[in-house]
């Protein structure tokens, strides 16, 4: 199985920052590879917004509400995405979640394509 976690959500003032993280890992497969990771956010009663993407053709992009002040990357050795977060605005207030889909081996050793989504951490910025 594969699995994702995220982490780093808290309640923070207006004009801070916070980094989350996002960790991949494999129970009895090993994962091949990593094209794509992404992050998403959902804030109440609001559909879920893409946030940014990083794609192994495409490199890095960022919704417009975040250009200048998010920064996305990836760790490839240790299967782990960030997210760091620069002069949080209320209106950043949401669960993030983190999106990465590659390539891994099946219990037979065959490679089998993955699309997992983490639970969610909350981020919450008070004026």
């Known amino acids: 199985q594969v699995q994702l976690v995220e982490s780093g959500g808290a309640k923070v003032q207006a004009g801070e920052s916070l980094i989350l993280s996002c960790v991949v890992s494999?129970?009895?497969?090993?994962?091949?590879?990593?094209?794509?990771m992404a992050w998403y956010r959902q804030a109440p009663g609001k559909q879920r917004e893409m946030v940014s993407i990083?794609?192994?053709?495409?490199?890095?992009n960022y919704a417009d509400s975040v250009k200048g002040r998010f920064t996305s990357s990836r760790d490839n050795a240790n299967k782990t995405g960030y997210l760091r977060m620069n002069g949080l605005k209320p209106e950043d207030t949401a669960v993030y979640y983190c999106?990465?889909?590659?390539?891994?081996?099946?219990?037979?050793?065959?490679?089998?394509?993955?699309?997992?989504w983490g639970q969610g951490t909350q981020v919450t910025v008070s004026s």
């Open positions: 999106n990465a889909a590659g390539h891994q081996t099946s219990h037979m050793g065959a490679l089998v394509p993955f699309d997992i």
């Open positions: 494999g129970t009895g497969v090993a994962i091949v590879n990593i094209h794509t």
């Open positions: 990083i794609t192994d053709n495409r490199g890095t």
